[in-house]
């Protein structure tokens, strides 16, 4: 075995540990969401304050535990009042943009999917994506490199932009040599053309080909990432899929390979 | 529906009770009469005559009474006066029921030679037979719900537009609802001796007895009417389809082997389809909850016969790509769907942009729509769940854009605000409710409710988009 393999192979078992670690799901406190409910219907302005400050108090000493707290209460909301109560908050309670990262990303290994749904939901507005701009994932560098990257998480990139998770991956993980970077780069650039091309009408053969020898190259690549990319774009386009190749990836070597292949 | 006794729902039924038979003349001719086939007419069927007469060549007439039988023997035309006289060979005479008004009655039938009495007579009951078909509003998904089943009200059933709309069902239709495109028709009649069938007005209507067309139940038609059926208990359901280009055409319930309807519904396609999103938190219900504006307006205009589709606006990403996203290409692309019109409150009202921003992105790639209408209550943008900045850009390519908004305070809604939008009706910016006399107590969480909001959304959707 090779420096080089072994090195690569420290770098992907913190990644590989965390993907078995059991779901993670939210606890309601009572207590908490009492004060939450009495500070968003306050009767009476002092009343507000005074549950403003309670609030307070309790971002102070463990602001992500608060977060998960307005968050489950925003959820299990019935009013627009309540269901924007998580988002009035935060800039009263001067929560942080990390607080709220710390808080959500654990959630997409929750079992229940209206909860990973709201915590994708919450956590949209870091991504940066709209109908004319891609998402950027580089908010969950640190996350990432901290080797805190786990199956619901990594399934939440890897199917909401295919492309941008290459990214965020590729610059943590790094690509091992310039010509697997180019490679990378290759094909994520050939699936922005293909993509491009398809929301404007303008279909080719072409570019369809390019792709799919690039996704055919990465479909066998060494990074798990890279074949996750592979297996997100077939998901996600499905007559781009040959014949086995996304059978092949459900059955990958890599845990989060499968966990974004999963039905 | 209710009962129906307008004339044009009336059938005439007939049934014989007794034929007699007078042997011979005073001139020793024999003669008799017979009526034969069903032994019940409704409006527009038929019964026969049959005369047999010796020696034939003689002359014979016939009388019906009261005048509400029309008779055609051979070569002649229908006739609806007697007396008519008919030369004997054999003579077989056909009875059609023409109209009759409401009530029981009776007919008697007489042939007579001239120069003799009465052969022979047959009584005939008449009963008014009663029926309807009753079309609904447009299904969502495996059903109705989130909105009610709703029936075209009678007056409308034939109206142009406001009666019974339904969706194209075009080539490489993908039903991202499921198989929701069928229009549901209940069909009822007073008599279910009889048997009726249906008679459409172009073959782009399609007929089927399950809502998810399961195969062998779909209608033969031949000629555009189909084999008489029974409508067991009086009742049955009938699905309809539209598998042409856009168009009207009219579906009639008739006694089988007559052209007089009982009853028809007109059917239009739809050109637009309309999506309400809800602010944050709003899931749409039946019956709808007052306290959502935004449903209420909708309900209105689906009552109205507009495609309407009621949203949570989770279902809209920030991107603008969702179910409802792919609903509006999937009309667009296979339903014939030419405008696009969306209206939100609060979070509704920041999807309403990305939704329009999406389409006009992609709008290549689509195809060809317009977006006639779009409107923002109180709107906030909708980057994600805890966003709470004013929504004040204008969606992407909209022709029209309503705007309401309110200012409040911290107390009475943490600050959440909607906003002027440059461009808005009314001009130039939209409306400040606060500024008005109806409106200056409002609140976010009360500005979608007020019926001069609602009304006014409603109003000018109306006047500019083709249903």
């Known amino acids: 075995m090779s420096t080089f393999l072994i090195a690569a192979l420290a770098t992907l078992a913190p990644l590989a540990q965390d993907a078995e670690r059991e779901a993670y799901e939210p606890r309601l406190d009572a207590d908490v969401q009492r004060v939450i409910h009495t500070c968003v219907h306050a009767a009476t302005p002092a009343e507000r304050d005074a549950t403003l400050i309670e609030l307070g108090t309790l971002a102070r000493n463990d602001a992500p535990a608060l977060v998960t707290q307005l968050f489950l209460y925003s959820e299990a909301a019935t009013t627009t009042r309540d269901g924007m109560a998580f988002g009035l908050l935060r800039e009263p309670l001067a929560l942080r943009d990390a607080d709220l990262l710390a808080a959500l990303i654990p959630v997409f290994e929750s079992s229940k999917p209206d909860l990973r749904r709201g915590a994708a939901g919450a956590l949209s507005e870091f991504e940066g994506a709209d109908a004319r701009t891609p998402p950027d994932f580089g908010v969950y560098r640190a996350w990432v490199t901290e080797g805190r990257l786990r199956a619901g998480f990594a399934r939440h990139l890897f199917t909401t932009s295919p492309a941008a998770a290459l990214t965020l991956l590729e610059s943590v993980q790094g690509a091992q040599t310039e010509s697997k970077s180019n490679e990378l780069s290759s094909a994520r650039r050939a699936l922005e053309a293909w993509q491009d091309r398809e929301r404007r009408g303008v279909a080719s053969s072409g570019a369809k080909h390019v792709l799919l020898t690039h996704l055919d190259t990465l479909r066998t690549h060494d990074a798990w990432w890279a074949r996750a990319f592979v297996a997100a774009v077939l998901i996600e386009h499905p007559p781009l899929s040959r014949a086995g190749w996304l059978a092949k990836l459900q059955t990958d070597k890599h845990r989060l390979v499968r966990a974004i292949t999963a039905p | ?467």
């Open chain 2, 1 to 467: 529906m209710g009962h129906r006794r307008s004339l044009a729902r009336c059938a005439l039924a007939a049934t014989a009770l007794l034929v007699s038979f007078a042997p011979t003349t005073p001139s020793g001719a024999v003669a008799s009469v017979t009526l034969t086939g069903p032994t019940e007419i409704a409006l527009g069927g038929t019964v026969q005559l049959v005369i047999d007469a010796s020696p034939p060549g003689g002359s014979l007439s016939v009388t019906l009474e009261p005048l509400r039988l029309g008779a055609t023997g051979a070569q002649r035309t229908k006739l609806a006066a007697p007396p008519v006289t008919f030369r004997v060979d054999g003579e077989r005479i056909t009875l059609t029921a023409l109209e009759t008004s409401a009530g029981v009655g009776d007919v008697v039938l007489r042939a007579d030679y001239r120069q003799g009495g009465m052969l022979a007579r047959a009584r005939v009951a008449l009963t008014v037979v009663e029926g309807n078909a009753t079309a609904y509003r447009p299904q969502f998904g495996a059903g109705y719900a989130p909105l009610p089943r709703l029936a075209v009200p009678d007056h409308l059933e034939t109206h142009a537009t406001r009666g019974p709309g339904i969706r194209v069902h075009g080539a490489g239709e993908t039903d991202p609802s499921s198989e929701d495109d069928l229009i549901e028709v209940e069909l009822s009649v007073s008599h279910a001796s009889f048997e009726y069938a249906l008679r459409r007005s172009s073959a782009a209507l399609a007929v089927w007895t399950t809502r998810n067309k399961v195969p062998g139940t779909q209608l033969a038609f031949t000629g555009n009417v189909t084999q008489g059926f029974a409508l067991p208990g009086g009742t049955r359901t009938a699905w309809v389809e539209w598998t042409g280009a856009h168009g009207t055409a009219e579906l009639s319930l008739e006694p089988a082997g007559s052209a007089t309807p009982v009853d028809r519904v007109r059917f239009h396609t739809f050109h637009s389809i309309v999506m309400a999103l809800g602010g944050e938190s709003q899931v749409p219900s039946d019956p709808v909850d007052p306290n959502h504006g935004t449903f209420v307006v909708g309900l209105a205009l689906y009552a109205n016969g507009y495609d309407v589709f009621l949203y949570d606006e989770d279902n809209v990403s920030p991107t603008g790509a969702g179910s409802i996203y792919d609903e509006i290409v999937n009309a667009i692309q296979h339903r014939g769907v030419e405008q696009v019109v969306s209206f939100g409150y609060s979070h509704g009202g920041g999807s309403t942009y990305d939704l329009a921003d999406r389409l006009d992105a992609n709008r290549g790639s689509i195809g060809t729509f317009s977006i006639p209408f779009t409107s923002y209550v109180d709107s906030v943008e909708n980057d994600s769940d805890t966003d709470t900045a004013m929504e004040l850009r204008y969606p992407p390519s909209s022709l029209y854009h309503a705007n309401h908004y309110q200012h409040g305070s911290f107390f009475e809604d943490l600050g959440l605000d909607g906003g002027p939008v440059p461009g808005s009706d009314p001009p130039p910016t939209g409306l400040d409710v606060e500024t008005t006399p109806w409106g200056a107590s409002a609140t976010h969480f009360l500005v979608d409710d007020y019926q001069q909001v609602t009304d006014f959304i409603a109003a000018n959707l109306d006047v500019r988009v083709t249903r």
